[in-house]
């Protein structure tokens, strides 16, 4: 149909330009003369009338002159619709720009977008209260040269996707929980968004709970140390065998629950915040290899390959490195059985160097997997009671891990194996 309309249109035009052409020779005696005039005419009008279209389509003006009728005004409708449209467009458009800061102003956590050299773009009015950066002050500053704190640009430089760090305001005693997402805005570039909230309340519940658990486990050690003691005495002066077993399972428990008590404060100093860090130049498979020699004298006997890849050093903390290894490999051999394997790399891609565990022990359910790394969670009831594990191994390995802004990635199947990865991002790697 509009086809059709079109059609009719351009054949009415050419018709009323001839006819006009033929009237204007007949009254001006020449036909080329009056062809000019008439064509001319014609052309000024379709000007007049394609800028009176962009008038109404950038500034809304409304073309009356077109009457109701015709193709023309069947165009002349439909630009004035469209003009409608727009301008309602853009005004839900500008009172959604208007709610959005309105939320943003309102939101209780701090909110700053960086740009991919760590300036600030954009941050609402609860960043100046928390972090005393300023929406029109501190625009285009960077972020490092604002917020001072060092564990902060630490975090900044080593972050990991879904991490977060906890800081602790001196100057105004709070906590603060700062969190970074990396995106890409609508021209490609790559940017940061950095969200602060005050969890005060929630550190200190925390900090109980930790001083809570040190406290508790050095209480503990002086009664532990004392049965123990008096065990073995036991064991060593009896000749009833029976009274020399129990005093036996006496000490096996002691010891079992020394080595908890342990963990709980090993796992306790790497939850402090506070605790320094040191960077050192870590020699990976040097540090595997001091873990593998105590395991050499045991009964048990497990085939350990060691493949390193990477010759790069690790920049990190050298006693929590160890840490982590000693707990990976402890777990490994622990669940796998005598004449199995336990295989142990160091390599690196582009995005990250990876230090691997993998065994070929019992495996772990999938529906324990994400849990596995939690304080004390057993599989099974009786499983760590018969290895002789505390349930804080790879709870510490977690802990550890995010301390140093890497990730642990676990994958097993039952009765096949079990594979640790721990993934440091490549900015941790020590430079040539």
Same mark, same amino acid.
Request: with cysteine.
């Given at each position: 149909?509009?086809?059709?309309?079109?059609?009719?249109?351009?054949?009415?035009?050419?018709?009323?330009?001839?006819?006009?052409?033929?009237?204007? %020779?007949?009254?001006?005696?020449?036909?080329?003369?009056?062809?000019?005039?008439?064509?001319?005419?014609?052309?000024?009008?379709?000007?007049?009338?394609?800028?009176?279209?962009?008038?109404?389509?950038?500034?809304?003006?409304?073309?009356?002159?077109?009457? =109701?009728?015709?193709?023309?005004?069947?165009?002349?409708?439909? +630009?004035?619709?469209?003009?409608?449209? $727009?301008? $309602?467009?853009?005004? &839900?458009?500008?009172?959604?720009?208007?709610? *959005?800061?309105?939320?943003?102003?309102?939101?209780?956590?701090?909110?700053?977008?960086?740009?991919?050299?760590?300036?600030?773009?954009?941050? @609402?009015?609860?960043?100046?209260?928390?972090?005393?950066?300023?929406?029109?002050?501190?625009?285009?500053?960077?972020?490092?040269?604002?917020? &001072?704190?060092?564990?902060?640009?630490?975090?900044?430089?080593?972050?990991?996707?879904?991490?977060?760090?906890?800081?602790?305001?001196?100057?105004?005693?709070?906590?603060?929980?700062?969190? #970074?997402?990396?995106? $890409?805005?609508?021209?490609?570039?790559?940017?940061?968004?950095?969200?602060?909230?005050?969890?005060?309340?929630?550190?200190?519940?925390?900090?109980?709970?930790?001083?809570?658990?040190?406290?508790?486990?050095?209480?503990?050690? =002086?009664?532990?140390?004392?049965?123990?003691?008096?065990?073995?005495?036991?064991?060593?002066?009896?000749?009833?065998?029976?009274?020399?077993?129990?005093?036996?399972?006496?000490?096996?428990?002691?010891? $079992?629950?020394?080595?908890? #008590?342990?963990? !709980?404060?090993?796992?306790?100093?790497?939850?402090?915040?506070?605790?320094?860090?040191?960077?050192?130049? +870590?020699?990976?498979?040097?540090?595997?290899?001091?873990?593998?020699?105590?395991?050499?004298?045991?009964?048990?006997?497990? @085939?350990?390959? *060691?493949? +390193?890849?990477?010759?790069?050093?690790?920049?990190?903390?050298?006693?929590?490195?160890?840490?982590?290894?000693?707990? !990976?490999?402890?777990?490994?051999? &622990?669940?796998?059985?005598?004449?199995?394997?336990?295989? +142990? %790399?160091?390599?690196?891609?582009?995005?990250?160097? =990876?230090?691997?565990?993998?065994? =070929?022990?019992?495996? #772990?359910?999938?529906?324990?997997?994400?849990?596995?790394?939690?304080?004390?969670?057993?599989?099974?009831?009786? &499983?760590?009671?018969?290895?002789?594990?505390?349930?804080?191994?790879?709870?510490?390995?977690?802990?550890?891990?995010?301390?140093?802004?890497?990730?642990?990635?676990?994958?097993?199947?039952?009765?096949?194996?079990?594979?640790?990865?721990?993934?440091?991002?490549?900015?941790?790697?020590?430079?040539?």
């Amino acid at each position: 149909m509009r086809l059709t309309n079109l059609i009719f249109f351009l054949f009415g035009q050419l018709l009323l330009v001839i006819v006009a052409i033929v009237l204007l %020779s007949a009254l001006l005696g020449g036909f080329y003369l009056s062809a000019l005039i008439i064509i001319s005419l014609y052309l000024i009008l379709m000007l007049i009338y394609v800028f009176s279209l962009k008038e109404s389509l950038q500034n809304g003006f409304k073309i009356k002159w077109l009457g =109701t009728r015709g193709y023309l005004s069947e165009i002349n409708s439909s +630009i004035e619709a469209l003009s409608k449209s $727009r301008w $309602r467009y853009r005004k &839900r458009f500008a009172q959604l720009i208007k709610e *959005v800061n309105a939320l943003a102003s309102a939101i209780p956590d701090a909110g700053i977008i960086i740009d991919e050299f760590d300036n600030i773009e954009w941050c @609402n009015r609860s960043s100046l209260t928390l972090l005393g950066v300023d929406q029109e002050r501190d625009i285009g500053q960077k972020v490092g040269n604002i917020i &001072r704190f060092p564990s902060f640009n630490k975090y900044l430089k080593y972050h990991k996707t879904d991490s977060f760090i906890d800081i602790e305001d001196s100057n105004n005693k709070r906590f603060l929980r700062f969190r #970074i997402v990396e995106y $890409r805005d609508y021209s490609s570039r790559n940017k940061k968004f950095i969200s602060v909230r005050d969890v005060t309340t929630q550190s200190k519940l925390n900090q109980i709970r930790k001083d809570f658990i040190a406290n508790a486990s050095h209480e503990l050690k =002086t009664p532990l140390t004392s049965i123990k003691g008096y065990s073995e005495i036991i064991n060593e002066d009896t000749k009833d065998q029976e009274l020399a077993n129990f005093a036996n399972q006496i000490t096996l428990q002691a010891d $079992r629950m020394n080595k908890i #008590i342990e963990d !709980l404060l090993s796992l306790s100093k790497i939850e402090n915040s506070e605790m320094d860090l040191n960077d050192d130049a +870590i020699d990976v498979g040097s540090i595997i290899n001091q873990v593998l020699e105590s395991y050499e004298s045991m009964n048990k006997k497990i @085939n350990f390959n *060691v493949s +390193i890849e990477c010759d790069k050093k690790l920049m990190s903390d050298e006693g929590l490195f160890y840490s982590i290894v000693e707990n !990976l490999v402890s777990n490994a051999h &622990r669940y796998t059985d005598e004449g199995g394997e336990v295989f +142990i %790399s160091w390599s690196a891609n582009p995005e990250y160097a =990876t230090l691997l565990v993998q065994d =070929t022990g019992i495996g #772990i359910p999938q529906e324990s997997i994400d849990r596995i790394t939690e304080r004390f969670y057993r599989v099974d009831k009786g &499983r760590n009671a018969k290895t002789g594990g505390t349930g804080l191994g790879l709870s510490i390995v977690k802990h550890a891990l995010d301390r140093m802004g890497a990730e642990l990635v676990i994958e097993s199947e039952l009765l096949v194996g079990s594979s640790f990865s721990c993934r440091f991002p490549n900015k941790r790697l020590a430079k040539d």
